[in-house]
DNA sequence: GTTAGGG
DNA sequence: CCCTAAC
């Protein structure tokens, strides 16, 4: 089993003249993302991803939206795909996948105190409080976040830290700044960068407007809600990319806010000028962070319109949702090396159970590794404060119940069918589920109606309109015979109760039960 | 719980 | 595969 806990740490980098923030851990390919400049301050520009999404600029102390589709609120609502690979990644069957397995999990199985501490099989586990993401919200937009903000530089910082590259940092060519004057002496005039928790930098009094009093930030990295995500062992890597991005969808989904913490402490007056704050050219802002927080995050700030940004989206209250740490992330539920039941030859039927099934093994890997990933995602305590306040709302059952995995049957488990239905008729699904598909744990006899529903139809059409792994014509002949459609009623020969079932000839030459 | 049939 | 009426 693998446990991947990890930050999504986004870097900025210079590009074309603009900032980008590289979100790093992002199952998709890398594009300029985020830029960040200010004016009286720090400008940003971010550029979407992967398409640009809107418009942002920062005037001075201002943030001031050239938004054309919402509000800085809302954050981005339209719908992107950030590539073919993460937009066909959370379809892992047939559709997109309805919500967080984690959320599943926790909604099912998780009972916790208002400690935020719960308790699942007997394991205690410290848990954070969701967010209150909608399901259906989240779906609804869980195509979009990855986008990317794009402002106007409306100057830049001037720094020349080609000799200062960290890992991961940035290395920009230094840069005119408004003035069109190239500068390079931020270093020297910032007193060093000193990297914070999310490797803010103080950039120093802009040398190119000395009666200015600014602050400069080098923002290398933000700091994200951490993301615990957990796949088996046999996962495969686009299973875990999947699972991450599934992850970040959840944080993301509902767009996201930037928020400051200075000296340990979350900076929630947005009213405060830097000063205020504490934050100043004169001092080194190595106490001083940026992160990325899923929106809404915080609690209906003291006053002013911001409050009004912090006013839940959604209307319907929903339950929390609680994580557990990573150090207790729950088992994928994985099955390693199930052996229960499969004893032998004796199998009673012939199709196999869920864990080794059929000849599309590919498939099923696929389709078992999704099942069992788990996208754990935690909130920062901020949004826990904010949750507190949200009402309860029992999720809907389509919201909670996962979608079945698709597994579609293979030309064995067709002839174990057709050789079933051939004995038994149709209309004795229940038996007929018993005398070929008692140990495919993952075949319901709905299933087996279904397929033989989808065979009759299937045997009617033309070869050219079949569509997936081909039926022998042979066994499609046989679903057509009217000998299949006739044993409606059982005949004198066979059992009409299932304790008779296994005294009858299997298909297989196995008994069943 | 099963069956049948539409979605 | 899902959903559910009908039994």
Redesign the pocket.
């Known amino acids: 089993m693998v446990k991947a806990t990890r930050n999504m740490e986004t870097f900025l980098r210079r590009q074309n003249g603009r900032w980008h923030l590289d979100v790093e851990s992002f199952p998709v390919d890398k594009k300029p993302s985020t830029l960040v400049t200010s004016d009286e301050s720090v400008k940003l520009s971010v550029s979407t991803y992967p398409a640009p999404c809107r418009s942002l600029q920062v005037i001075r102390n201002d943030v001031k939206l050239a938004n054309k589709d919402d509000d800085e609120n809302s954050g981005c609502t339209q719908p992107s795909t950030p590539n073919k690979a993460s937009g066909s990644a959370p379809r892992v069957r047939d559709r997109p996948i309805k919500k967080l397995l984690a959320s599943k999990y926790w909604e099912e199985n998780l009972k916790s105190d208002d400690e935020g501490h719960a308790n699942s099989g007997g394991k205690a586990m410290h848990v954070y409080h969701n967010r209150n993401i909608g399901y259906k919200h989240q779906r609804s937009q869980r195509d979009f976040h990855f986008k990317k903000r794009k402002l106007f530089k409306c100057g830049s910082f001037s720094n020349s830290d080609g000799e200062m590259s960290t890992d991961g940092g940035i290395s920009s060519s230094p840069t005119n700044d408004l003035h069109g004057n190239a500068s390079s002496s931020c270093k020297a005039s910032s007193g060093g960068w000193a990297a914070a928790g999310t490797s803010v930098f103080n950039v120093g009094r802009a040398s190119f407007r000395p009666d200015d009093s600014r602050v400069k930030f080098r923002i290398k990295s933000f700091r994200v809600p951490e993301l615990f995500v957990e796949n088996p062992e046999n996962a495969t890597v686009g299973s875990l990319k999947r699972t991450v991005m599934e992850a970040v969808t959840a944080i993301l989904g509902g767009g996201i806010r930037i928020g400051v913490v200075f000296q340990g402490k979350k900076v929630r007056d947005d009213n405060k000028t830097l000063l205020q704050t504490g934050i100043s050219h004169e001092y080194k802002l190595d106490a001083l962070g940026f992160s990325l927080e899923p929106y809404p995050v915080q609690a209906p700030q003291p006053l002013g319109p911001d409050c009004r940004s912090c006013v839940l989206p959604y209307d319907t209250p929903r339950p929390l949702t609680r994580w557990p740490s990573p150090a207790t992330v729950v088992h994928t539920g994985i099955q390693q090396g199930r052996s229960d039941d499969h004893t032998g030859t004796d199998l009673n039927n012939f199709v196999e159970s869920d864990h080794d099934s059929a000849p599309s093994s590919h498939y099923t890997a696929l389709e078992k590794i999704s099942s069992n990933s788990r996208a754990l995602v935690p909130v920062t305590a901020v949004n826990a404060e904010a949750l507190s306040v949200v009402p309860l709302r029992k999720p809907k059952?389509?919201e909670s119940?996962?979608?079945?995995?698709?597994?579609?049957?293979s030309v064995a488990e067709v002839e174990a069918l057709v050789q079933a239905v051939e004995k038994l008729g149709?209309?004795?699904?229940?038996?007929v589920?018993l005398r070929a598909f008692d140990n495919a744990k993952?075949?319901t006899?709905?299933?087996l109606?279904?397929?033989w529903?989808?065979l009759v139809h299937t045997a009617r059409i033309s070869p050219q309109q079949r569509r997936g792994e081909a039926v022998p014509q042979e066994l499609l002949d046989r679903v057509l015979s009217p000998h299949c459609s006739r044993l409606?009623v059982p005949t004198a020969s066979q059992a009409t109760d299932e304790t008779a079932i296994g005294d009858l000839p299997s298909p297989l030459g196995i008994r069943c039960r």
């Open positions: 059952r389509s119940t996962h979608r079945r995995i698709r597994r579609p049957f149709t209309g004795r699904w229940r038996d589920k993952h075949r006899y709905v299933d109606k279904d397929k529903k989808t409606l």
